[in-house]
């Protein structure tokens, strides 16, 4: 937008930066997130890991200060990582948090693909609920509830849980044993 002299003295300099500042602003990219990972994240620490949609994230190793989030349709791959956080999504393509993982926080998956806990150590929860493939919790030591529900499938096998496992509405029913719960095992689980 271009002004004459006259109307930039009338305007002062203060409203005229405003109004070209919104001009510019209209024509700059989005900015994109500073934690985003589509890509290898190897042995280095990070405060957050945000996966963008569509995007593939294979963190090897890393200690993440704070949470990782997958956005939907985002693919995680973890292995070895410490997470002081949480691990979310809702919608995601696939994740999966292996090979002597610890999350501080809880794993909450929900309405997504493909999902592989194993052998990793989890202070919180592990909520898998209404993913539409089979959600896999395996070789694990959780420090509170294990609950799968509404998933497609779904194995718990070889747990130490400190709270209760919980599953109901997984179609076909869970599949697996040999979970040692300080709680108790209900529903479809009650003979895992």
């Given at each position: 937008m271009a002004l004459s002299r006259p109307t930039r003295r009338v305007l002062g300099p203060a409203l005229f930066a405003l109004i070209a500042g919104i001009g510019l602003a209209a024509c700059d990219p989005p900015a994109t997130r500073?934690?985003?990972?589509?890509?290898?994240?190897?042995?280095?620490?990070?405060?957050?890991?945000?996966?963008?949609?569509?995007?593939?994230c294979r963190l090897e190793g890393t200690r993440v200060d704070g949470n990782v989030t997958i956005a939907r349709n985002g693919t995680l791959r973890a292995s070895g990582v410490r997470v002081d956080?949480?691990?979310?999504?809702?919608?995601?393509?696939?994740?999966?948090?292996?090979?002597?993982?610890?999350?501080?926080?809880?794993?909450?998956?929900?309405?997504?693909?493909?999902?592989?806990?194993a052998d990793s150590r989890i202070d919180g929860n592990v909520q898998l609920e209404a993913n539409r493939a089979k959600a896999g919790v395996a070789r694990n030591i959780?420090?509170?509830?294990?609950?799968?529900?509404?998933?497609?499938?779904?194995?718990a096998s070889g747990n130490w849980i400190d709270g209760n496992l919980q599953c109901k509405g997984n179609n076909p029913a869970p599949t697996g044993g040999g979970n040692v719960v300080n709680g108790n095992k209900e529903d479809q689980c009650r003979r895992l």
């Open positions: 500073p934690d985003a990972c589509n890509g290898i994240i190897r042995a280095v620490t990070v405060e957050d890991v945000h996966v963008p949609s569509g995007a593939t956080g949480n691990v979310q999504s809702q919608g995601h393509t696939l994740v999966t948090v292996r090979d002597n993982s610890r999350v501080e926080g809880s794993i909450q998956l929900e309405a997504g693909g493909e999902v592989q806990v959780v420090g509170s509830d294990v609950q799968l529900f509404d998933n497609r499938g779904a194995l």
